[in-house]
């Protein structure tokens, strides 16, 4: 079945730094990706999302780049703030009408003033 | 909108006890998906619901496990008999209408279940 990969587990930079998590997939079927933030005690939050058609997209200091060839996504996050410190977590879908994502482990962000 | 609510917050059972977890979407959504997460692990899928009707229940363990969403009222995720290894967080998540499928997907806050 589809399996999505994320890396790395752990990432600690200093404030104003950039956050770079990378994400692999198996399914070449799959056609959508989103990002998704866990600060803790909560739920997972849709921070940005790209879908096969395209290769980047950007929304202030987060941006998504998917390179369909090579099966892989990833997040960069610019000018990081502490704000930012939270689990990051990539997934990746067939979308149309199957419901399920599949997820990565996560990425655990510590961002140090 | 108050978004997906999902109660209770933490839940605490014995081993043997059922436990049910509640899913309210969002406001004119009517589809419905349950994810588990164990520690330092993603969420992994677990069953989709649209009202009455389960659409992939693919991720749900055979046994102990079901889920539903009436007509009326939330969706309900069931564990009969918990044992330990039922402890984790589990998250609901809900999106608009056929048309829009999985695009829109909202998580609630999740229940906490811990099998002692």
Redesign the interface.
């Given at each position: 079945g589809e399996n999505?990969e994320?890396h790395p587990s752990t990432l600690s930079v200093q404030e104003g730094d950039s956050a770079v998590i990378k994400c692999t997939y198996s399914d070449s079927a799959s056609n959508?990706f989103?990002w998704?933030k866990q600060e803790l005690?909560?739920?997972?939050?849709?921070i940005i999302?790209i879908r096969s058609n395209v290769g980047e997209k950007k929304d202030q200091r987060i941006a998504v780049t998917l390179n369909k060839t090579a099966k892989h996504f990833s997040l960069h996050i610019t000018e990081t703030q502490p704000e930012d410190s939270a689990v990051y977590?990539c997934?990746a879908?067939r979308?149309?009408?199957?419901?399920?994502?599949?997820?990565?482990?996560?990425t655990k962000l510590s961002v140090k003033p | 909108n108050a978004g997906v609510m999902q109660n209770p917050r933490h839940l605490v059972r014995r081993r043997g006890q059922e436990a049910r977890l509640r899913c309210s979407p969002m406001k004119g959504h009517s589809h419905v998906y349950w994810y588990r997460q164990l520690p330092e692990e993603g969420l992994k899928f677990m069953v989709y619901l649209q009202k009455e009707n389960i659409i992939d229940e693919s991720g749900m363990p055979k046994e102990r496990f079901s889920a539903e969403f009436p007509k009326e009222g939330p969706s309900i995720l069931r564990i009969q008999q918990v044992v330990r290894g039922d402890s984790a967080a589990y998250f609901c998540a809900s999106s608009p209408a056929a048309g829009t499928d999985i695009y829109g997907y909202t998580f609630g806050s999740g229940t906490r279940l811990t099998v002692v």
């Open positions: 999505v994320q959508y989103p998704y005690g909560k739920g997972s939050q849709l999302d977590f997934a879908s979308g149309g009408s199957q419901g399920n994502l599949i997820f990565g482990k996560g | -």
